[in-house]
């Protein structure tokens, strides 16, 4: 696995002993990660929170075409943005499947042969290009400054992820505008209320609570101080002049189901994720921080570049000093 890139989560619906190290080797191979689930949990695992790219999916899972077909309709029912990738047989194409199957499976492959696999995961997964000085980038500067809010506390990041998704992790989220030369988009951040709130009682950074109690008013006060705070430093080292965006304002409505936790950006462009754990030393407790980049509206990697700073006009301006 290729560590200096972006890794997807694949739920891995295929039982048959004989494939399972073929397959284990090829999400290796293209930085996937399966994670497997038992036939009677498959469905609340899906209205979950669990972050995916893709289902791999095995022609006989279900014991016969008719049982198949209907749990893939069912994951299409709960998860529509998740690509369901068969494995068939012997047949490499969607030729003879029943009509529901057919409708819901977006891609067939066989055994010995995993190109249509492989091109599938690349056209559906990992269809947009990730500078890795991007992803490095923002992954520093998001820990940095959470570890200037979020004092005493240790900051980490797992690998990065890529996500079809729309499911919205946690309670309450942050949304604000990315707009440059080079990309439009948008960046999230989102928590799971109690978790946060205990850490703000902990830490005593809630001066205005009741009885020392944090409320959801000082949790909105924190994630928006934090994704103002990313936003600029992702605007200093990333957007510079932002006056070429200017000329085209294309704008696409979102669309938020808040009874099934569901944002839509208007395309099925996959999204950049970052998952960042702030822990407790002393007491070993730990809450997730959730970050999601949608670049939805405007997307060229060809163009990207970080802003370098002019050390001699930072010493003039006394934010740095000579050695």
């Not at 998860?79 to 969607?94: N, Q, V, Y």
């Amino acid at each position: 696995m290729n560590m200096n890139k972006p890794v997807s989560k694949v739920l891995v619906l295929d039982d048959c002993p004989v494939h399972k190290e073929a397959l284990k080797r090829f999400c290796d191979e293209h930085n996937l990660v399966g994670v497997k689930v038992g036939k009677n949990r498959l469905q609340s695992v899906l209205r979950s929170n669990i972050d995916l790219g893709a289902v791999l999916f095995a022609e006989g899972y279900g014991g016969s075409a008719e049982a198949s077909a209907e749990i893939a309709i069912r994951i299409n029912a709960v998860r529509p943005e998740l690509p369901i990738i068969m494995r068939r047989d012997t047949d490499p194409s969607l030729e003879g499947l029943p009509e529901g199957l057919h409708r819901v499976v977006c891609a067939t492959y066989v055994a010995h042969d995993m190109a249509p696999l492989r091109k599938v995961i690349d056209e559906y997964i990992f269809s947009l290009d990730y500078p890795n000085a991007l992803v490095r980038g923002i992954a520093d500067m998001t820990q940095a400054i959470l570890g200037d809010v979020f004092k005493d506390l240790i900051i980490t990041c797992d690998t990065p992820y890529i996500v079809r998704d729309r499911i919205i992790f946690g309670e309450v989220f942050s949304l604000i505008p990315l707009e440059s030369a080079w990309c439009r988009g948008y960046m999230m951040m989102q928590a799971e209320e109690t978790p946060i709130l205990e850490l703000l009682d902990r830490y005593r950074t809630s001066e205005s609570a009741e009885d020392g109690e944090a409320n959801f008013r000082d949790l909105n006060g924190v994630l928006g101080e934090v994704t103002n705070l990313i936003w600029g430093s992702f605007k200093n080292r990333y957007i510079g002049d932002a006056d070429a965006w200017l000329r085209s304002q294309v704008q696409v409505p979102l669309l938020v189901n808040h009874k099934h936790k569901y944002i839509s950006f208007g395309t099925g462009n996959p999204q950049l994720c970052f998952m960042y754990s702030l822990t407790d030393p002393r007491s070993g407790r730990s809450v997730k921080l959730h970050q999601r980049f949608v670049f939805s509206l405007s997307w060229s990697p060809e163009d990207f570049r970080e802003v370098t700073e002019d050390v001699g006009a930072m010493v003039e301006a006394g934010e740095l000093d000579l050695f």
